[in-house]
């Protein structure tokens, strides 16, 4: 009865070790999409600024400025709100991943216990 017991709190264990990965790797995969975005925003924003230098014109409202240059900032300005979003869908995965690792922490402490008294029972008896 006692093997049922231990066997069922290790596949518990090794679930939640699982969950922990599952969700450290949700937070790198956010972390990086993030930093993606920024990247392709600046590069966008050095092009808009060379087709700005190259056609003489940065204002946006003149009737000459760049068609490129708009489109590029627009593109920037949505990669930018993109990464804005995926901040807030960063911060709940950290979250739930701060959560499995504490779940898991409990889970292994009273394991460790319940192994700790049940070899101390052995002893005594």
Known sequence: MRDMGMKARESLIRLKRFQVEERNRRVKQIEAMIADFERMAADLE???TTEEEKSGISDKSHFAYSTYA???ATRRENLLC???ELRGQLDDARLLHQDAVEDLRALELR???EKADGRLQEAQA
Do not use: K, L, V
């Open 70 to 72: 708009r489109a590029a």
């Open 46 to 48: 050095r092009e808009i």
């Open 111 to 113: 394991d460790d216990r």
């Open 82 to 84: 993109s990464a804005e």
